[in-house]
């Protein structure tokens, strides 16, 4: 595996230039990784890594809509979500839309389910500011960009020209390069620039899409978009066999679907695990089968409706052994695409604990779909893979196949049936008339085979174009152009066994993208990462020295612990439930001490430190010395760092006036420990939710929760003894013959009460959710607000809440606004406090948008989230539900 000596994070272009340059003139080899979601080994290094996601996120849409400009850190999610406003979207659309970055994209010319070949990368550029080897910085939007480039480029221009001479009076070469181009592929360089442009900017910045960061670093790019299609179908047909489903395909092609997705027997046994997988993948043994998702899409409602009459009838002369319909319903229709868009997450994360999971990705002309299907069944038969054993899926549509084969290359056997499928994989195929890699790029695993794909003629003029670009051959040695002919053998990432929590992650990155501590320490996929070299290298002494010296604060102390790298996982891996076993192996006597006292006297902490918050709001400077003396004295991660932008103590009480047996309501009220701690600027979710209740005329009992909590702090802290106390005394208040579902007024201690109370078979909801279902019918809106910017939070997401969340604001205003960026605000309980550079750092992107604009109102659902965002944008956030009480008031 390889292992930078450095990795370096640039901020500027003209960093990247300088940084170019230096390296030519060492000599010194570079890598550019962006998410780093292709398996194909380009985005690794044993030298320099230039890590772009982070500083590289200026996005721009320009023409409403119709073009976007962007940088290569944006994930193409946030991207769609910025285009959505104006019905518009990218054209690529890789199925890791929340991990890959718009830099992965076009340094593989990925496409996806939709983008077949006319809305890729290559086909939808606009223009792009590269920067090449030599550190020279070109914007092709620029009117004489190209004669600037002739001029100050003038080997690397006449070079171009040649060879572009060289194919075009080819007439063979030409026909073999727009016979290869008229598939899906991304294998080698795409020399079809040099035949389909004559000026050189044009040429250049065509062959820096899928060149791997081989030739130069895109800095930049301006995408024409595609119209959004906000209408569509989907439908699932189950065919006897791999064949019958295959042979199917190129009619279902024929007809013009916009999607036709191939899943065989073996990908059909992972998906039916999922939540959403219909009745007849649940229901039935799976031995032989394969299955068609068949999708139509339309920006227009009649046209939908008009294809779907046909397309019932052409799925009627199918050999279907069993369907789900075709469906245009929202909730239906996406439960069969999220099946999948997931599937290589899902189908990776079965593999055998130990063994590396490898993504194949070639296409065929679509009429010999069918039969590479069957040859590659054989294969896996004739190497010993089995064909239950290697899922095989793929873009039916396009010819593109994937499959997932999972080796254990720690033994030489192992090696070597991966070598020897390999070669006899690249005969089958090119015998075919296909392509070794469609839309995941050449990388290192199919570099030695760059050769007998082209030809020696092509060949050669791809070696030439590296060398036009990059003659010292510093950028990505080894990635696409390789002189080894065993380079796809070399440096295989080996996936040691480690803790049981997080053992089945395949390093997809899916997880990154919304993870709080993504640009201050690591995410949830380097945390993993760690773990796996700490167990590969527990002999080196030395390396495991310098972990330890800053691991607690980089992998444990700025974790979030906020679950939604489970929400965004395919697999629903939470690294945070490693974090805080961690947390609790690390935990002092004097701290397990001190928050078990805290659980039994829990009234009495609130209240104290409701108190020290009103106190330290009017001596800030005494309460800034004092913390900042602790924090020295005691550590950051156990003594809370006091900000003045900090609310003043609550001082409310939670526990009811008096206590009405004869009629206790619908439900209960607890209300949580964080509305006695925080104050408001105004009545509070407390008083508001209690003044709703009587407005609608609907009957709330109030728990005693003076001494009670949902138990979060326990569990974030790894304090299990004190967490236990805490479970013993709510079930003890709350767990009744005649028990009313529980309301709580916090969405991240809703999430905790259930899973605390998950086996008393208790509703819980959230005040969010109960005021949405109970409450909202019956008030009158008397002052609508005028705008509203929306933070839902973790929780809110977790627990499923966020439509009614959306449902109390539309009926409050008429503009609401939940940012493109939106993530969580890394508050996460008392990380906010202990380690406010946390929530500065998650708050920082969505901040910045928020205050692009301003807004009437600005609300969340979660106290802490409240604080969070208020200090970040410096508007004050308040519960949605105070916001309600407000504007519906009797006038």
């Keep these: 595996m390889l292992t930078p000596t450095e990795v370096v994070t640039p901020s500027t272009v003209e960093d990247v230039a300088q940084l170019m340059r230096e390296a030519v003139q060492a000599r010194k080899p570079m890598t550019f990784r962006a998410g780093g979601t292709s398996l194909c080994g380009q985005a690794v290094s044993d030298s320099t890594l230039v890590d772009t996601r982070r500083n590289f996120r200026d996005l721009e849409v320009l023409d409403d809509g119709m073009r976007v400009r962007v940088g290569p850190g944006v994930t193409l999610a946030r991207v769609n979500a910025h285009l959505a406003r104006y019905g518009r979207r990218l054209g690529p659309d890789p199925t890791s839309a929340l991990a890959c970055t718009i830099g992965g994209i076009l340094a593989n010319n990925s496409s996806g389910m939709l983008a077949g070949l006319k809305q890729s990368a290559y086909h939808t550029l606009d223009s792009m500011v590269f920067v090449l080897p030599s550190g020279r910085v070109i914007d092709t939007a620029d009117p004489s960009a190209d004669i600037t480039l002739r001029l100050e480029e003038t080997e690397l221009c006449g070079g171009l020209m040649m060879l572009r001479k060289r194919l075009r009076d080819n007439s063979d070469a ?91 027997v073996a990908s059909l046994r992972v998906v039916r695990r999922q939540p959403g997988a219909p009745a007849m993948l649940r229901n039935r043994d799976l031995t032989t089968e394969a299955a068609l998702l068949i999708e139509l899409h339309e920006t227009d409602e009649e046209a939908l409706q008009r294809r779907l009459v046909a397309a019932t009838g052409i799925l009627a002369t199918l050999d279907v052994i069993d369907s789900v319909a075709m469906t245009s319903d929202a909730k239906q229709r996406n439960a069969l695409v999220e099946l999948r868009r997931g599937l290589y997450a899902l189908v990776a994360g079965t593999r055998a604990s130990g063994t590396t999971t490898l993504l194949e990705d070639i296409a065929v002309p679509v009429d010999r779909f069918e039969e590479m299907c069957v040859a590659l069944d054989e294969l896996f038969r004739k190497h010993g893979y089995g064909v239950l054993n290697v899922p095989l899926f793929g873009h039916a549509r396009d010819g593109n196949i994937h499959f997932l084969l999972s080796e254990r290359f720690d033994e030489p056997e192992g090696l ?17 008339g296909g392509v070794l890699k469609a839309e995941h790029g050449t990388g290192r695993a199919m570099a030695p085979f760059v050769r007998d794909q082209y030809g020696d003629d092509l060949f050669q003029v ?14 990505n040695p080894g990635v696409i152009i390789s002189n080894d002919p065993d380079e796809h053998l ?53 390396l495991l020295k310098q972990i330890a010296e800053s691991y607690e604060y980089e992998a444990v102390e700025t974790c979030a612990v ?115 701690m925080f104050g408001t600027s105004g ?63 916090a969405s991240s201690c809703t999430q905790s009460l259930a899973e605390l109370a998950r086996h008393w078979k208790i509703p819980v909801l ?24 929306l933070h839902p939070t973790c929780s809110s997401t977790k627990i499923g809440i966020n439509e009614d969340l959306m449902d109390i604001a539309r009926f409050l205003s008429d503009d609401v606004t939940v940012p493109a960026s939106w993530s969580c605000c890394g508050f996460a309980g008392d990380r906010g406090l202990l380690h406010p550079e946390l929530t500065a750092s998650a708050t920082a992107e969505m901040a910045r948008e928020i205050n692009e604009r301003e807004y009437a109102a600005y609300a969340s659902v979660n106290r802490t989230c409240e604080i969070g965002m208020s200090r970040a944008t410096g508007h004050g956030y308040r519960h949605i539900v105070e916001l309600l009480e407000e504007a519906t008031r009797p006038r």
Excluded at 421 to 426: A, E, G, P, Q
Excluded at 462 to 475: E, H, Q, S, T, Y
Excluded at 646 to 659: E, H, M, S, T, V
Excluded at 766 to 789: G, K
């Design 683 to 745: 009545e509070g979710v407390f008083a508001a939710f209690r003044e709703l209740c009587l407005r609608a005329e609907v009957r709330v009992t109030m728990l005693d929760a003076e001494d009670l909590c949902c138990g979060a702090p326990w569990r974030a802290k790894g304090v299990q003894e004190g967490y236990e106390l805490m479970r013993r005394k709510v079930h003890a208040q709350i767990v009744m013959p005649d028990q009313l579902p529980i309301v709580m007024d």
């Design 416 to 432: 070597l049936r991966f070598r020897k499928f390999t070669r006899d994989l690249v005969r089958q195929v090119l015998r075919r």
């Design 766 to 789: 959230d005040v969010v959710e109960f005021v949405a279902d109970e409450l909202l019918p019956h008030l009158e809106l008397t002052a609508p607000i005028e705008s509203i910017a």
């Design 490 to 542: 070399l440096n295989l990432k080996l996936m040691p066994r480690i803790e049981q929590e997080v053992d089945n992650c395949i390093e997809c990155g899916f997880c990154e993208g919304g993870c709080p501590s993504r640009d201050l320490t690591l995410t949830p996929r380097q945390r993993i990462v760690l773990r796996r070299e700490i167990a590969a290298r527990r002999d080196d002494h030395d």
């Design 462 to 475: 791809m070696r030439a174009i590296k060398f036009l670009f990059d003659p010292r051959g510093v950028l």
């Design 562 to 676: 906020d679950g939604m790298c489970a929400v965004a996982c395919p697999l629903g891996i939470d690294t945070g439930t490693l974090v805080r076993r961690q947390r609790t192996e690390d935990v002092s006597s004097l701290e397990q001490v001190a928050w078990t006292q805290a659980a039994r006297t829990w009234g009495l902490v609130t209240r104290m430190g409701s108190a020290a918050l009103t106190l330290a709001k009017s001596a800030a400077p005494l309460a800034d010395r004092a913390t900042d003396l602790g924090r020295r004295r005691f550590g950051d991660d156990t003594v809370p760092s006091y900000d003045r932008r900090l609310p003043r103590g609550a001082g409310i009480r939670r526990k009811p006036r008096r206590r009405d047996r004869r009629d206790r309501g619908v439900a209960a009220y607890f209300p949580s420990c964080l509305q006695t």
């Design 174 to 264: 030409v026909a073999e390069i727009r016979r290869l181009f008229a598939m899906k592929n991304t294998m080698g360089y795409g020399i079809n620039a040099l035949i389909d442009f004559h000026r050189p900017v044009d040429i250049v910045s065509h062959l820096l899409i899928g060149s791997e960061g081989t030739l130069g670093f895109i800095a930049e790019a301006t995408l024409r978009t595609v119209p959004l299609a906000r209408h569509s179908a989907a439908a699932l047909a189950l065919f006897p066999d791999l064949t019958s489903a295959a042979a199917a395909a190129p009619l279902l092609v024929a007809e013009g679907f916009e999607a036709v997705e191939l899943m065989d």
